[in-house]
């Protein structure tokens, strides 16, 4: 684990990891709202069309696959993945850290947790959370209950749940997310631990 409480006054980097399941997008939403510290949620780029109701630069930043990869190749991500075999490419930008300098807060990162090892790797300094789910059942339920994915994909998503439970270990610290609102606590507590 690294010494972040030497690291504590200086800017910095969030990153909240967990499976399909887990809660991360309803933990990231409270955390932004209720931190003592200002978070700046990293905005992720895609390839994949954007929504009706999506804002670019709000939702995500969307770029084509030409200029996506040739951002990457110039070496402008911090790290970036093709998700699910899909054909579309994610990834975060190198700038997203500059800007949540600018508006002095913490860039909070919320990456899978293959993305999450390449950022620990080039800041071994950020503070990183795994969020887990209080079992694979539950984990399992919660990817049911969208009703958004087939038996296919609801296959293959808990296939890599277990990959990356199994990586938990490298995180700084594990939440379990069993009751939200504890959840939430217990996170907000570690980030203001570290903002001391």
């Known amino acids: 684990?690294?010494?972040?409480?030497?690291?504590?006054?200086e800017f910095q980097i969030l990153v909240l990891s967990g499976p399909s399941g887990s809660g991360k997008t309803t933990v990231v939403e409270r955390l932004i709202l209720e931190s003592s510290v200002p978070l700046v949620k990293s905005i992720s780029a895609t390839t994949r069309p954007q929504r009706k109701g999506e804002v670019d630069g709000v939702a995500y930043y969307f770029l084509s696959a030409d200029e996506f990869l040739r951002r990457r190749d110039q070496g402008e991500?911090?790290?970036?993945?093709?998700v699910f075999g899909a054909g579309y490419w994610y990834g975060t930008l190198k700038s997203e850290i500059d800007r949540a300098k600018a508006e002095?807060?913490?860039a909070f990162l919320e990456v899978d947790v293959e993305g999450a090892l390449k950022i620990m790797a080039l800041f071994?300094?950020?503070?990183t959370i795994f969020l887990q789910p209080p079992s694979l059942e539950v984990c399992e339920q919660r990817l049911r209950s969208r009703a958004t994915d087939s038996e296919e994909t609801i296959q293959r998503r808990l296939?890599?749940?277990?990959?990356?439970?199994a990586l938990a270990d490298r995180y700084c610290y594990q939440v379990v997310n069993d009751q939200l609102d504890q959840a939430v606590s217990e996170i907000k507590e570690i980030i203001a631990r570290h903002a001391m």
Do not use: I
Request: aromatic fraction near 6%; avoid cysteine.
């Open 1 to 9: 684990m690294p010494d972040l409480a030497k690291h504590a006054n």
């Open 159 to 165: 296939r890599k749940v277990h990959e990356e439970l």
């Open 77 to 82: 991500f911090l790290e970036t993945a093709e």
């Open 104 to 106: 002095k807060g913490w």
């Open 124 to 127: 071994p300094h950020a503070l």
